[in-house]
């Protein structure tokens, strides 16, 4: 098992809040940007938001943007994603990473370390 663990998945309806939550067990990733992707089957992997290091920076996907918030607390080294107002095309499996540099990026190539993936499920 890789050193983060993601949780807080679920199924919900339409309009609903979930927070998903991501674990690095090792603190290996306390000077690194961090992000949440999603993916759907027969699909690429898809960013949804990054953080910077420090939590100063934040980006997120126009899809998701009002919507959800991208946190962290370094001091617990724990990732946040808080998701308000879901819609059934949110849909996916969860994935959070840690990024090569200080500030993430929308990129999947610019992340070392993959979470294994929380489902979300999102019923209209």
């Known amino acids: 098992q890789g050193h983060l663990v993601e949780s807080g998945g679920g199924t919900v309806q339409a309009g609903a809040s979930l927070r998903l939550s991501c674990k690095d067990s090792?603190?290996?990733?306390?000077?690194?940007?961090m992000g949440w992707f999603r993916q759907t089957p027969g699909k690429e992997r898809e960013f949804v938001a990054h953080?910077?290091?420090?939590?100063?920076?934040?980006v997120y996907d126009d899809s998701v943007k009002d919507r959800f918030t991208i946190s962290r607390d370094r001091a617990k080294m724990i990732l946040f994603l808080q998701m308000n107002n879901l819609r059934v095309e949110d849909t996916a499996v969860y994935y959070c990473?840690?990024?090569?540099?200080?500030?993430?990026?929308?990129?999947?190539?610019?992340?070392?370390?993959w979470g294994q993936g929380t489902q979300v499920t999102v019923s209209s």
């Open positions: 953080i910077s290091w420090n939590g100063g920076s934040t």
């Open positions: 090792r603190r290996l990733s306390s000077n690194n940007g």
């Open positions: 990473a840690a990024a090569r540099k200080a500030y993430g990026s929308r990129e999947v190539s610019a992340y070392n370390y």
